[in-house]
């Protein structure tokens, strides 16, 4: 009689984040072989540590009782690091030097790292591995070195902890790290909530056609193509934060492609098909309903190097669809994509294609969006990670409700086909900025060949597309271009309506486009608010005359399938 293997232990959820991104990390330790260190600069960084480790030592000690008075009074920890700005820490003389402990082994190890003699990528590589460590060593994550989550369990009578397992076993349920009160929102009901309609669909995506909100309309039509790796509704999260519903109200008929969530149906989908099936179809949808020759459209981070490469492809086969292209924190060039370039390496993307690739045994698989969702959360893994730990688990806190977050849950898979070329072509070997370097759908890839006028939006504070990569767009893209810089990060920098008044951006006081992008921005000016409204002053020159806007949508031929926001976006990885 056979015996029963054992069920295997439940992981929680921040243990199953951190394995995601484990592998990728472990990688990176491996760099570190063969290098060495420079012994004078060891030496100095030795003797600055114990310098500095007793001056802590014999400071804490004056804080504790039967001190003299004399003695010089307990230092406070560093006050830009709000992990332990907190009274709890500050107030507590052993937890005070216990973090300005981790704080001095925390600088010790970064400027260790820093001395690691190799080429660049690999120098950065170490230092991303051993921050990752730091980050994650902090006292603060850890109940029994964290004076707040202490008070609060004693304060509590043990319900802090209480509630902090109950988190836990929700998001043991759920697969993920609770970002956000997840119950309080729901697409459809009030995310996404802008009023249109399904006019068709395919295998790949659904097009939504947005009502109209008011009486007239721009002749040419509008096209957004959102990002494939996340869902579309961070253009539709509520009213107020709507890029959708702000375009609408501009006068512009407007049409989104909704991405489906791959499954395994998906598995062997490949990047022609996304140009072809994807961004090429739905121009030519949108051009059958409204039976206009040209439209302006727009696409988002790895939705602007879809529509680039689509809109290139059909200027190779003598279409030219495009009466204005925007393209938002989207790189053409990847000859400089900051952080996350460190994770792309020949290797690397050789072990992504014979698991997931088209050469794989079962010719494909999903990059499973947790996958994805993980390693993003890992670029700012004290904001995004273990904030959260602490939070939830440690304190028993139910993570404010913010939309934003919510979406960022809200993960999607990729088909492995698709994402290994994306991955090889563009990360690794950069051929979509070279003429002719790569074919897709049959044809060499030209995006110089793109007629249109150009506006390019980057984020100035950009992890994900820094916005020196974005700005490199103005130089591979041969019609007139508009560069705008924003404040803030790669979602916020651009979900900034004008209504709000934050933030800034920053517009090149003439039309020169120099190559170096820091000469560009030496000779911007600033401006107080959203970018939203020079880009809908520069969109309204390259959208036609005011026509009457239709009463009803689709065609005769493309009719309503199902109401916004429609079944794809709804459907979880």
């Not at 009213?239 to 512009?252: A, C, E, F, K």
């Not at 440690?394 to 979406?407: H, I, N, Q, R, S």
């Not at 949508?553 to 399938?561: A, D, E, K």
Request: glycine share 8%.
């Amino acid at each position: 009689m056979k015996r029963k293997t054992p069920p295997a232990a439940e992981v929680s959820p921040a243990d199953k984040t951190y394995q995601a991104f484990g592998s990728t990390v472990g990688e990176l330790w491996k760099s570190m072989s063969g290098l060495s260190l420079p012994l004078p600069a060891i030496g100095q960084l030795q003797a600055d540590y114990v310098q500095q480790a007793t001056a802590l030592w014999n400071q804490a000690l004056a804080g504790w009782p039967g001190a003299s008075a004399a003695a010089t009074p307990a230092p406070k920890p560093e006050i830009g690091d709000r992990r332990f700005a907190g009274p709890d820490w500050t107030g507590n003389p052993q937890a005070a030097f216990i973090a300005q402990l981790y704080l001095l082994n925390a600088r010790t190890l970064m400027q260790l790292a820093d001395q690691v003699q190799g080429d660049e990528k690999t120098r950065q590589r170490i230092r991303f591995a051993v921050q990752q460590w730091v980050d994650a060593a902090s006292p603060s994550n850890f109940l029994a070195l964290n004076p707040e989550a202490l008070r609060l369990a004693l304060e509590t009578r043990g319900e802090s902890l209480s509630h902090g397992l109950q988190h836990l076993v929700s998001d043991l349920a759920q697969g993920h790290l609770s970002q956000t009160d997840e119950t309080v929102f729901e697409v459809g009901r009030n995310v996404a909530t802008t009023e249109g309609s399904v006019v068709f669909e395919n295998d790949f995506f659904q097009l939504i056609e947005y009502r109209p909100s008011t009486p007239q309309v721009h002749e040419r039509p509008m096209l957004f193509v959102p990002p494939c790796i996340n869902k579309y509704y961070i253009l539709d999260l509520q009213p107020d934060n709507s890029l959708i519903r702000y375009t609408v109200g501009q006068g512009h008929r407007l049409f989104v492609v909704s991405w489906r969530n791959p499954d395994e149906s998906m598995a062997q989908a490949t990047w022609d098909q996304y140009i072809e099936d994807g961004a090429i179809r739905a121009i030519h949808v949108v051009q059958e309903i409204t039976r206009a020759r040209q439209l302006n459209v727009l696409g988002f981070c790895v939705g602007g190097t879809i529509l680039a490469t689509a809109l290139a492809v059909l200027a190779a086969r003598g279409e030219q669809p495009a009466a204005s292209v925007t393209l938002l924190t989207t790189f053409l060039d990847f000859a400089s994509t900051g952080v996350l370039d460190l994770f792309v390496d020949e290797a690397s993307v050789q072990l992504r294609e014979m698991t997931i690739g088209p050469d794989s045994p079962g010719g494909g698989g999903l990059l499973k969006g947790q996958e994805l969702a993980s390693t993003f959360s890992f670029l700012r893994p004290n904001d995004l990670v273990w904030n959260y730990v602490v939070g939830n688990y440690l304190k028993g806190e139910t993570p404010p409700a913010f939309d934003l977050l919510y979406w960022n849950s809200d993960s999607t898979n990729l088909p492995g086909p698709m994402y290994c070329w994306y991955l090889r072509n563009t990360y690794l070997e950069n051929k979509l900025a070279r003429p002719g370097a790569v074919q897709t759908c049959g044809v060499p890839v030209d995006l110089g060949a793109i007629d249109a006028p150009v506006y390019v939006y980057g984020s100035r504070e950009d992890h994900i597309v820094p916005w020196d990569g974005a700005y490199r767009n103005t130089q591979v893209l041969s019609g007139p271009c508009r560069f705008v810089l924003g404040a803030s990060g790669h979602i916020a920098g651009v979900i900034n309506p004008p209504a709000k008044k934050k933030r800034s951006h920053w517009i090149g006081r003439g039309d020169a486009l120099p190559a170096d992008a820091q000469a560009w921005l030496a000779d911007a000016q600033e401006h107080p608010g959203s970018w939203w409204t020079d880009w809908s002053d520069w969109l309204a020159g390259h959208a036609g005359k005011r026509v009457a806007a239709p009463k009803t949508p689709g065609s005769r031929q493309y009719r309503p399938i199902e109401p916004a926001p429609g079944r794809y976006v709804k459907q979880k990885a």
